[in-house]
């Protein structure tokens, strides 16, 4: 559980001022990088909040499908050019994606994970593909500056780095589906 | 000594696991290719050497440009390529099993290829068309035929690549929940990265191709770098992955002892795929077009590939502790006069070890942003590959090749030989330490690299760069000989030492080491994640330069 210091160090460095502004300054780096590594830490937060309170996930989460779903609307809301943007703007949204993205999103995917099924699991990989694909499509292609505040070219990055990050999806669904991974390792 | 002569007699039950006279003789073209270059290419070296230093004039037929174009090509694409292709085909065969018929098919084509792409690039360079260096990029322009030659250099490789490839599924689906043996486990790894790493400078060959014949008027010369240091930062990791493989995997046996982790070894080759490629961004640390935030970022990226190395020198060390403490060795540093310095197999890699010690705190020098500054464009860069490529990776080759030869050609090491590996081992340590210590030195006084000797009109600062260039040109001399001494070595074991039996020594794991998991089986999602990190680091650099880019350049001859 010594491991746990260290997320906690990671959490609160990734919130000090200077960290977030710079990593805020890049656009794709603000979606992809830095609300990646929130979800993250409340993933690698979850067991010791599984353990701490073991009878709330229960009750709450019994098949997985509660957390899995409360996931993706929270990701889904931080894919939204304007929440970015609020989050750039007024102090108590960007305190929200500090916390939501770790135990509103990090949190119930860990505790989900082994209690849905594999067709909920590849279900879930195959709808945030078509979702970067959709988004990839938007910020490439949209004629407009979709943030207030980032430029053209930084939303045009965010677009091709959605697109790829679908292709490397796409890899692994098709990696995980002509390789029996229980069988074949 | 006696470590060699007891492993002549020991050991019959190799003989049944030695290797196919087919594949060996694969190996034995690679590795005869190998040091040929090494001999031309070291040849080169001394007279581009002796030139920088003031003491010799090249023929008018001979610029200095020329020279280090075939020097670098020589030694960094064709000697390395082609030992780490010769090695790990040899790794291949006796740890699965031998090589498949089509594989070897596979490694023939390849090898043709390689070799019919590298006479389409030197015919140019010799013709004084194609003075570009290694470091190929636009703007310099070489003649077309030099590009086309360096894609047959890539399809060759791609072919051994996939060659190895099918080898390994092919072992897979008939050893299932069985980890690939660990030798194979690094060529895997080292033929992903040949693979996915020659993509980008593929791409950026065929971007030049119709440039350099006047098809179209200008090129992107961010993209084109770039995509070239995707790729070279890439090799430059192959050489050491197939260094450090000799390393985790024979010199325990060598030296008596077993593998430390099996598990460790493993992570410790996940980790340099998977992170590899995006570390091309620190050669690029002065370039134009890259934002700071961005270039202060690559520099985590940069320096977690220093990462797996520390754990390398982990698990070397207590590998060396181990053994010798198992051979009565005490005291805290006292158990080092247990090994066996008289083996040049150990002896060889084992400096090249040591010498990874300055050679890496040169590269995180090198990829930390202020003092990239200090350093970049002098001599300090060339000496720095050559204490990683000519010490750490080459004398790890010269070691693996005093047993790797001997096994392919059904010879063995005599004592002789070894005692002539030894004074090799010496005369190169020497040279290489005078040659890129004065390097270095030089390079911090503020003497520029890729330029061939001036005094710049007797300016004094110049003036006092020459007493360390004349050590470059002693140390040159001392490599020379080394070099003269390695190539003799190695044919003389190919083809006129007595034959015998010669061991391919894996070591064994610790008796209670933990089982791996089999997790570090997964090649797919290694793929998937490096190719993800990939996307994740270039797409920032190259959605700016594409559309936000420059004019663009006409080719350029400066020579």
Redesign the interface.
Known sequence: MKGIYYVITLYIFLMLPPVANLMESVMIIHMHMQMTLFVIIGFLLAPVLQKKFPRFFEEWNPNGIPGILLFVIVMFYWTLPRSMDEALNLWYIELFKFISLPFLAGVPLRDSWKKVSASVKNGLIILFTLLFIAMGWLYIWSPNQLCNNYLLIDQITLGWGFLLTAVCMISYIAYSYITDLAENI | MEAIKKEYWKDKANKALGISPEDARITKSYLSVAFIAILVGGFLGLLQGMNRAGILELPVWANYYKVLTAHGLLLVVVLSAFFTIGYFYAGLSHSLGGLLPKVRKMAWIGFWMKIFGFVLAVIPILQGDASVMYTFYPPMAAAPMFYIGLVFIVLGVWMLAFGAFINVANW?KNH??QHIPIISFFATGVFVLLFFGSLPVAIEVFYIIPWAFGWIDTINVMVSRTLFWAFGHTLVNIWYMTAISAWYVFVPKIIDGRRWSDMLTRIVVIALVIMNITGGFHHQIIDPGI?E??K??HVFMSLAIGFPSLMTAYAMFAVFEKTARKKGGRGLVGWYKKMPWGDVRFLAPFIAMVAFIPAGAGGIVQSTNQLNQVVHNSMWVVGHFHLTLGMTVVMTFFGVSYWLVPFVSGRVLTPAINKLGIIQTIVWTVGMVLMSGAMHWVGLLGSPRRTSYSTYFDNATALSWDPYLFFLAIGGTLLMIGVLLQVYAVFNMMFFAPKGETEFPVAEEEEDATPTP??T??W??W??LM??LV??AY??PL??FI??APPGSPPFKTW
């Open positions: 897979r299932k929940g934002s935030s961005v202060y970022m089999m997790w089986e997964r797919g999602l793929i998937v190719l993800t996307s994740m797409v920032i959605v700016d559309v936000n």
